[in-house]
């Protein structure tokens, strides 16, 4: 009797939670900090940029994911972002510091979906920069690799508060007006050694701090974990997002 | 028997419970919807905010054709001297307002770009470009917040009109009405039509 009672009332939980998850669509498997699905990486650039990213993740926090779409599936590439974004949940849960760098490379597009708490050290105008002037020549050229690692050292400058556009204009830029101010540049300089080396030291303690719990987190890897935590490994085999959510910030680009 | 009586009993605790647990549903949604437009009434206001600055860039960068800066200077003025009246959300008229002014400034800056394109000077200056991107940026900001104000509005309203929502609101929440539900803005599918043979100036 307690057990129909009690089965009754499981059967009415999975109603009352299950209508929240029904219209989510199927999304590609999160595999990695790197999710080549177009299969334009080698794997030797494909380790190398995980690395990058982890390391910046470890030191800073941020959740990043480099991801390539073969095909749009005639959806526009910013709903693919937020899709890919909130569906993973990249970035930490409250902070939403995720970034999605997506490039669709048949529909010759890119985009760089920038979470909530990262609008405001890579805004729209930075990140449509990045694309523009990092990433688009090397696409043009046909050097996708190039391009991909161009742009996300750029994005990882621009989170680092050190981001300069290439000093060689693009074609797009014709103005005559010099690029190069010493008296501007100056500060950026002090700025950008300062915050480097503040990096390299958050870097290495967190590194003896992550020594220490190695162990740990090997042990309790089979058991259960919470999806909403942080839970960073120290290999890319089992990466999953925080649960960080997207508002529509970043830039989108064609080549 | 005995054991129908009972299941009957548990079958109808488990409704009183199920039903219990619902109490709280119509103020949690309405209040998601709630942010949800407040979101949507941030971006738009994000937009409004760029707009003088688009109006000074373009002004000083080129010989520009007058009737769509002016269109979009129109259009934003309409914007910022909009009263928003508190019942907005459940009140269709001012729902309706509030789309046309707000579509009328989407697609004048549309327009704008379109013929900026026109204007390889003035595409060129790095103050347009990033504008531009600003623009861009915050038209996706604008659908995405929309986008999520139309989910949390549907929650809500579901809630109003099905069990056991519907009873909780006749006994607790009687002045709850459903939220207007947005369009999916028509201006933003299709590009708008700019007659190059007529240049302003």
Redesign the interface.
Known sequence: ?HL??IT??VL?CFV?VFPGYAETPDLPALTGRVVDRAGILSDTVETALSSKIEAHEKAAGDQIVVVTLPDLMGRSI?DWG?LLGRGWGIGQKGKDNGIVFLIAPNERELRIEVGYGLEGSL???T???II?SDVIPHFKQGDMEGGVTAGLDAILAALGGTYQPPVEPST????TSSFIDLDFLIPFLFWGVSVVLGLLMSLRRRWDKKRNRHVWYIATSSGSSSSGSRSFSSSGSSFSGGGGS???????GKW | MRFVGLGILGLIAVLLIWGFTGINKIPTHEESAHAAWAQVLNQYQRRADLVPNLVATVKGAADFEKSTLEAVVQARAKVGSMQLPADLLTNPDAMRAFEANQGALTSALSRLMVVAEQYPNLKATEGFQTLQAQLEGTENRIAVARKDYIDAVRVYNTELKTFPGVVWKSLLYADREPMQQLQVDPAKQEVPTVDFGTSGN
């Open positions: 009797m129909r009672l009754a009332l009415l009352q910013e937020l805004p729209d105008a990140a449509n920069e523009q797009a830029y014709d103005n997207f508002g529509g910030g970043g830039a989108s």
